[in-house]
């Protein structure tokens, strides 16, 4: 079964881009469209954003002036990059496949954003 | 965006009873198109991520235990615990996939009492 495994930078400063990666094993990639979600502390859900096998994407129009989703299919891996973060984007950052519900989730990264 | 609602936010509910989460959509999450609710639910332990429990408002996923179950069409949706067990203690979450972008209720924590 498909199990994403995710890493990236946990601590960043005010102003600087966020980067995370998700790789993904155990099924074929290009079958599914692939997600980022993210969580605050203590908080609720939050989509960013999702990308499909050919490189489409669809952003939350929230953060979408500020979030790139891209994709390497010969490495069946994804990325997430958020440029200028601030505090508030504070959050446990997740990947997960997407067939408009989510599962399975990667771990988690923890990502805070601190002067 | 819509908006979803659960209630309550919290509830105890003893050990081998029943556990009612409400989940209520600022509009429609049914298709015309294929009849579908576009609604799932998710159990999220401590420290973990989410996992999926129910698709399609009542289908439940491989390898989820029957005593959980979903229903409700619309805007008004339902997931019941038949026969809580200590390991349920989580929070759950309802989102809807109906239209871009997919949002998440604010959560139901449930509690053994």
Redesign the interface.
């Not at chain 2, 871009?100 to 959560?107: A, D, M, S």
């Given at each position: 079964q498909v199990q994403p495994q995710q890493w990236g930078t946990g601590l960043l400063k005010p102003s600087e881009t966020l980067s995370l990666t998700c790789a993904v094993h155990g099924e074929p990639f290009s079958d599914y469209y692939w997600s980022w979600i993210r969580q605050p502390p203590g908080k609720g859900l939050e989509w960013i954003g999702e990308i499909d096998h050919g490189g489409t994407t669809k952003y939350n129009p929230s953060l979408r002036s500020r979030v790139t989703i891209s994709i390497d299919t010969s490495n069946n891996q994804f990325f997430l990059s958020l440029t200028s973060v601030t505090a508030a984007d504070t959050a446990v950052y997740y990947c997960a496949r997407d067939y408009g519900w989510f599962g399975p989730w990667g771990q988690g990264t923890l990502v805070t954003v601190s002067s | 965006d819509i908006v979803m609602t659960q209630s309550p936010d919290s509830l105890a509910v003893s050990l081998g009873g029943r556990a009612t989460i409400n989940c209520k959509s600022s509009q429609t999450v049914l298709s015309s198109s294929n009849n579908q609710n576009?609604l799932?639910w998710?159990q999220q332990k401590p420290g973990q991520?989410?996992?999926?429990l129910i698709?399609w408002a009542s289908t439940r996923?491989s390898g989820v235990p029957e005593r959980f179950s979903g229903s409700g069409s619309g805007t008004h949706f339902t997931l019941t615990i038949s026969s809580l067990q200590a390991e349920d203690v989580a929070v759950y979450?309802c989102?809807q996939?109906y239209s871009?972008?997919?949002?998440?209720?604010?959560?139901t924590k449930v509690e053994i009492k």
């Open positions: - | 576009y799932a998710y991520p989410p996992k999926l698709y996923e979450y989102q996939h871009i972008p997919p949002t998440f209720g604010q959560g």
